[in-house]
């Protein structure tokens, strides 16, 4: 098998770039280790930012989007027991976030994929990728059948995500990689109930952090603080709805419409980057090349953003052969890496609590909060991150 750009991985990353490069007439295919089915039914991110959902509009996958994604123009930061709104709309000069899942656009690019006659191998395991210090690249894997075979191609693409085969094809003494990890995880839930709250809920508690989204307007998304080893056997449905109601109660009597809880899991928070995102003819993307704790919604829009750097590199390398923009792509890309790195570092930081806290940092982060809350400096800051900033 052979093609331009060998990618590996069926993400957000993967499946937007392929659509990008066949706007320019680049060649591609996408080697996924996972079946279609299981990754269109993987619940995951929900947020997108507005450079998102422009990239998706541009590429002609957003019509679904636009019909079923609800538009927030703002977001709820809980704590002292009140709600303060953040307006993004007006501190952005109309800029807003999109809740629209993320299995949801892994359907609506699988499908356009597909739609142009894109080669995606789903079921299929890379084992190796080789000679990417060369002109000519191997990707060797074994297929949905079991046989074994090989793509070779003039670049390769890992967005196979954090625990992918790509990263470690950077030999160790040519990359660095930056860890830091939480000590707290995230309890998450999928309920059959009403919306609880038009705009998403990040509260602050004595308790520990929640959050509380949605998914459609009968399905509803909410997380809570909890201890990374804990296992969600040890949480009823009785425990985890009176742990999430202590968590948003406060003197205006706000209540969590309660359902059936269908789904839980608990995420581990880590902060991950690899520099740099690229070796030969090897260029990292999304989840591959790092990893944000959830607070703030920035894993999706991040991998978007690298590809977005990617095709414009590409672009110009199949063009004329000019490499500028693909040795440059690691830098251009990670400076948006590391404002999304403080940034979810920061609104993680700022609004769960630490085992180690003294009552100074709770003095402290409330403190921080009616700053974010209360003047238009932080909460812009605050907005303009949230929505995003145009990609390059
Ligand atoms: C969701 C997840 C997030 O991490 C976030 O900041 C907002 C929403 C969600 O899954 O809906």
């Given at each position: 098998l052979r093609t331009q750009v060998g990618i590996v991985g069926a993400g957000p990353a993967g499946l937007l770039l392929s659509l990008m490069l066949q706007r320019r007439g680049i060649d591609s295919v996408i080697i996924e280790a996972r079946d279609r089915e299981a990754i269109e039914a993987t619940i995951r991110a929900g947020i997108l930012e507005q450079s998102t959902v422009d990239l998706m509009a541009e590429l002609g996958v957003a019509d679904r989007l636009?019909?079923?994604?609800?538009?927030?123009?703002?977001?709820?930061?809980?704590?002292?027991?009140?709600?303060?709104?953040?307006?993004?709309?007006?501190?952005?000069?109309?800029?807003?976030?999109?809740?629209?899942?993320?299995?949801?656009?892994?359907?609506?690019?699988?499908?356009?994929?597909?739609?142009?006659?894109?080669?995606?191998?789903?079921?299929?395991?890379?084992?190796?990728?080789?000679?990417?210090?060369?002109?000519?690249?191997?990707?060797?894997?074994?297929?949905?059948?079991?046989?074994?075979?090989?793509?070779?191609?003039?670049?390769?693409?890992?967005?196979?995500?954090?625990?992918?085969?790509?990263?470690?094809?950077?030999?160790?003494?040519?990359?660095?990689?930056?860890?830091?990890?939480?000590?707290?995880?995230?309890?998450?839930?999928?309920?059959?109930?009403?919306?609880?709250?038009?705009?998403?809920?990040y509260a602050r508690h004595e308790r520990g952090f929640a959050l509380i989204s949605s998914r459609t307007p009968e399905v509803q998304r909410m997380y809570f603080q909890c201890d990374p080893n804990d296992s969600v056997e040890n949480w009823s449905e009785d425990r985890i709805w009176a742990e999430l109601q202590a968590r948003v109660a406060g003197e205006d009597g706000f209540r969590l419409k309660q359902g059936r809880i269908f789904q839980k899991n608990i995420v581990p928070m880590r902060s991950f980057v690899c520099e740099p995102m690229q070796y030969g003819r090897l260029f990292l993307a999304g989840d591959a090349a790092h990893a944000v704790p959830p607070t703030g919604a920035k894993g999706l829009n991040l991998a978007a953003s690298d590809v977005w750097h990617l095709d414009r590199a590409l672009g110009a390398f199949f063009a004329d052969g000019s490499t500028a923009l693909m040795e440059g792509y690691s830098a251009a890309a990670l400076r948006r890496v590391w404002r999304a790195q403080h940034f979810s570092w920061w609104m993680t930081s700022m609004l769960h609590r630490f085992p180690d806290a003294s009552e100074f940092d709770d003095r402290r982060q409330l403190a921080e909060l009616e700053l974010v809350t209360g003047t238009m400096p932080a909460a812009t800051s605050l907005a303009q991150t949230y929505v995003g900033m145009p990609f390059g």
């Open positions: 636009r019909r079923e994604g609800v538009v927030h123009e703002g977001t709820i930061l809980r704590f002292g027991g009140r709600n303060h709104r953040i307006d993004f709309k007006e501190l952005t000069g109309g800029r807003v976030a999109t809740l629209y899942p993320q299995h949801e656009v892994l359907k609506d690019l699988i499908a356009a994929r597909l739609a142009q006659g894109g080669r995606i191998l789903f079921g299929t395991k890379v084992n190796e990728v080789a000679d990417v210090g060369t002109a000519a690249p191997v990707i060797r894997f074994a297929g949905a059948d079991g046989a074994a075979g090989e793509l070779r191609c003039d670049v390769v693409i890992g967005a196979d995500g954090s625990y992918g085969a790509c990263r470690p094809a950077i030999p160790a003494d040519r990359r660095r990689d930056f860890l830091r990890i939480y000590p707290f995880g995230w309890f998450g839930i999928l309920c059959e109930a009403p919306v609880s709250s038009e705009e998403l809920i």
